[in-house]
């Protein structure tokens, strides 16, 4: 699949600023006056305001983006679309009261929580529903989603903690490096499934014609490079495939872990892995699209479509 920067940048941005928002609620950061709370809200509203935002850029027309929430019942795009939009709103009335009257009951938490990542969830499912391309449609594929915004928010919420000068105990740490251990396993894992994946479809179960011999196309069916070509048949050479997956294990999963392992609480530090992480996750959703094949490949003589 041809990867859109726009939905790169929706998916890593907004998945941070979900995973992060989980953290908050759950209560890992203390919000004790008024710029601490200026500073967490807009993190917070700006990492999945922005990633929201670009996502429209993907659209053909972006001023009929808020149609799709209409099609609540058959899609996950629209789920995920009114999901963002409940959230958010409930995140700012979270806010406001928490600072203003203390602590909300612990059920109206764990409720928001729970809509927060099923949001991600949602999100995961635009893509892992689709059976047309088949290393999107598997398990891991929303697990891999929620796993990244769960670890990278970690990650994020223990910056901000050393920046209000908040106290960042061992147990933080060890939760935040077997959170990146996690992650980074399911997504290896992933990585595993593509590379062994094959799709059941080929050109004899669409034309039903395998009974009676091997089915080869006699002529391609365009004589130049269409739009589902481009944008479904998208190929990256493997030797760059590999080396890619390298760069974002070694920039999302790595380094941070290995400088976290020192148990640094420098607030410059924890920014800089923050930042790299970003760059790593980066990387990795390029490569989410980039390596897929949408299985109408094989109609223009792609026998590899996975």
């Not at 929201?52 to 659209?59: E, K, M, Q």
């Not at 938490?109 to 949602?122: K, R, S, W």
């Not at 996750?281 to 109609?299: P, Q």
């Amino acid at each position: 699949m041809h990867p859109a920067w726009s939905i790169i940048f929706f998916t890593t941005l907004s998945g941070l600023g979900f995973g992060f928002s989980t953290w908050v609620v759950f209560g890992f950061i203390e919000i004790r006056n008024i710029f601490q709370l200026i500073i967490t809200a807009g993190f917070t509203f700006c990492l999945i305001g922005s990633g929201l935002l670009s996502s429209t850029l993907h659209l053909g027309h972006p001023e009929r983006a808020w149609r799709a929430l209409s099609q609540w019942r058959s899609s996950w795009l629209s789920r995920e679309g009114i999901l963002s939009v409940l959230v958010l709103t409930a995140l700012t009335y979270w806010f406001l009261y928490t600072f203003r009257y203390g602590e909300l009951p612990l059920l109206i938490n764990i409720t928001l929580m729970t809509m927060i990542l099923f949001t991600v969830y949602a999100t995961a499912m635009i893509y892992a529903s689709l059976k047309t391309v088949t290393c999107w449609n598997q398990f891991l594929t929303p697990v891999c989603y929620l796993m990244f915004a769960i670890s990278g928010g970690m990650l994020a919420i223990t910056w901000l903690m050393s920046i209000f000068g908040q106290l960042i105990t061992s147990s933080t740490f060890q939760i935040l490096l077997i959170l990146i251990l996690l992650t980074w396993a399911f997504k290896i894992k992933w990585w595993w499934n593509l590379d062994h994946s094959q799709s059941e479809s080929n050109l004899a179960t669409a034309t039903g014609l395998g009974k009676f011999g091997k089915v080869r196309s006699l002529m391609p069916p365009h004589t130049s490079e269409n739009y589902l070509q481009k944008e479904m048949g998208f190929v990256v050479a493997r030797k760059h495939a590999i080396k890619l997956r390298v760069i974002s294990l070694t920039l999302g999963g790595i380094i941070p872990f290995a400088t976290i392992l020192i148990g640094t609480s420098s607030s410059l530090l924890l920014g800089i892995i923050l930042f790299i992480h970003l760059a790593g996750v980066f990387v990795e959703r390029w490569l989410f699209f980039a390596e897929a094949k949408h299985i109408v490949s094989l109609y223009y003589g792609d026998k590899t479509s996975v």
